[in-house]
């Protein structure tokens, strides 16, 4: 069982935002990028369903949930609070849990999943779309599909892709992750695929100059 976040303050979670938010802000124009097209999705993973409450009040809207059953629970109960995305790891018979309410997918990578998307596609959130997460670094054991697969799920997927997200080998040194979200970067443009969900607490800089258009925020917004 995950130990939950407890302690949240409100108001320290609004300054938290405002902080990341000017970071980021930063950066992208340091990068020639407009600082909108940067979406910063909370990962609610440790935070309890009655918190929700608290980072609504906080001004975050956007939030993105690893477990399907804790998605569909708070989703039921906070619903019209946020927009909500799915990003933990993609299990084909946890589809139907998370369809009703999500916006983005954020975890494809197998055809099972794309196959219980399309038989479950009558319950889908109205203008659900995925991204497929790519093994971007080719690492055994690690969820993904290889980039030279990436051609063949866009041609079977039964909603449109949006982007593509990926997680870089595990790494104390965000620099080290650079040329991972470069290579994310440069494999979505050849596909012409807009959004880039990467980067989290620990190297979303590193991400956002490399083009991420999603980033993925936890410990930083509730310490």
Not at 77 to 95: A, C, P
Not at 124 to 144: C, D, F, H, T, Y
Not at 197 to 206: F, K
Request: charge should be negative; include cysteine; hydrophobic fraction near 40%.
């Amino acid at each position: 069982m995950a130990l939950l976040k407890s302690g949240l303050s409100t108001e320290r979670i609004a300054a938290n935002l405002a902080r990341v938010r000017q970071e980021i802000d930063s950066l992208a124009t340091g990068c020639d990028r407009d600082p909108s097209d940067i979406e910063i999705l909370a990962a609610t993973k440790y935070i309890s369903i009655e918190d929700m409450d608290k980072l609504a009040q906080a001004g975050i809207t956007l939030v993105g949930e690893n477990r399907a059953q804790d998605l569909d629970a708070k989703a039921t109960r906070h619903g019209e609070s946020f927009t909500w995305d799915f990003i933990g790891q993609l299990q084909s018979r946890k589809v139907r849990l998370i369809l009703p309410h999500v916006r983005l997918i954020h975890s494809v990578a197998s055809e099972s999943a794309l196959a219980e998307i399309e038989r479950r596609l009558d319950c889908a959130r109205p203008g659900l779309s995925i991204l497929l997460e790519v093994n971007i670094a080719n690492e055994q054991g690690k969820s993904g599909i290889a980039p030279e697969q990436l051609d063949a799920f866009m041609a079977r997927s039964p909603v449109p892709v949006a982007g593509l997200m990926a997680m870089p080998p595990l790494t104390g040194v965000p620099e080290n992750s650079r040329r991972w979200f470069r290579e994310l970067r440069e494999l979505a443009h050849a596909h012409d695929l807009k959004q880039l969900s990467m980067g989290t607490t620990q190297d979303y800089p590193v991400a956002v100059a490399e083009g991420a258009t999603i980033v993925r925020i936890g410990t930083k917004l509730y310490a």
